[in-house]
């Protein structure tokens, strides 16, 4: 019974984990002759027209009463669409590491926000863990940062960093909510997505930005991996982990991801190891281990 419940934590840990690690560097292959906005509603139509399939597929419905479409319109505007209109337009500026590491602070922003909202207690073990997991994720980033862009191109990618965190941490307080009042995880899913393009494009009209498509192949394949896997899949395994573990632990995925994402640096981009990685790779477990306990106690 034990090894299932950790199971249950532990397995969707790790696939949110492993699929978004990698979905730093995909996003690159999106950013030139797309806009952000365009891209972002792109690749959120793709995934809520796959994961309405693979609803009906499996018999499960997707009506909503007006109640869950609220919600899941709140749920689409801050976890799927302006959060990664944001993360598009920081990682145009600034190193997609130094976004995964700013991004981190999500461990902080949500259990506060928990408190706020829902008064959930914030456990010392989660602080401490959180502390470590980001005091090694920037020292893993370190270098990277180093060689960031110049000081006002550099401020407007943290900015936008910043922002999209903000609005992801909203967005999980959102999904929190829409667990709570039991509304089915994946049809809601489905839904978010949907309306996630639909503020995506709207934020592209706003700006002006034109309706082009890359058809070459690195975009292509990019953006079936995005919609696909970073988020119909990797979406549905965080959410069930939110659900099980609450904000938390399920924040934490936001520190662990930037691990993989410099392990493929360090095989695509040639990213050099230092002692100050070694280090942080350190901190960052340390952090894990610990936030991962709490959640199995």
Excluded at 16 to 21: H, K, L, P, S
Excluded at 28 to 57: D, E, I, T
Excluded at 79 to 104: D, I, K, M, Q, T
Excluded at 222 to 241: M, N, P, R, W
Aim: aromatic letters at 12%.
């Amino acid at each position: 019974m034990a090894s299932e419940r950790e199971d249950g934590v532990v397995v969707p840990f790790l696939l949110a984990t492993t699929v978004w690690g990698s979905t730093w560097l995909a996003i690159k292959f999106q950013l030139g002759a797309v806009a952000p906005g365009v891209s972002v509603a792109y690749r959120f139509a793709l995934a809520a027209l796959v994961l309405a399939a693979w609803c009906l597929a499996t018999r499960r419905g997707l009506a909503l009463g007006a109640h869950a479409h609220a919600w899941a319109a709140l749920q689409g505007m801050t976890f799927f669409g302006l959060n990664y209109v944001a993360v598009y337009e920081a990682e145009r500026h600034v190193p997609s590491g130094l976004v995964a590491v700013v991004f981190s602070t999500i461990v902080f922003m949500t259990p506060f926000g928990a408190r706020l909202a829902f008064g959930m207690p914030i456990a010392s073990r989660t602080l401490a863990g959180a502390a470590l997991g980001v005091a090694g994720v920037a020292l893993l980033f370190l270098p990277v940062s180093g060689n960031a862009p110049p000081a006002r191109e550099a401020a407007v990618g943290v900015a936008w960093a910043f922002a999209s965190t903000a609005i992801a941490s909203v967005g999980n307080l959102v999904s929190m909510r829409m667990q709570r009042d039991g509304l089915p995880l994946l049809p809601g899913t489905a839904w978010g997505m949907a309306y996630g393009a639909l503020v995506a494009a709207a934020a592209a009209a706003l700006r002006g930005d034109a309706w082009t498509f890359d058809a070459r192949f690195a975009y292509v394949a990019s953006l079936v991996y995005l919609a696909v896997f970073g988020s119909v899949v990797a979406f549905v395994a965080y959410l069930t982990l939110l659900r099980r573990a609450g904000p938390g632990p399920a924040s934490f995925v936001g520190v662990a991801t930037p691990l993989l994402a410099m392990m493929l640096s360090t095989a695509f981009e040639g990213y050099r190891w230092t002692a100050a990685s070694f280090v942080g790779v350190a901190l960052a477990v340390a952090g894990n281990v610990v936030t991962l306990r709490r959640s199995r106690g």
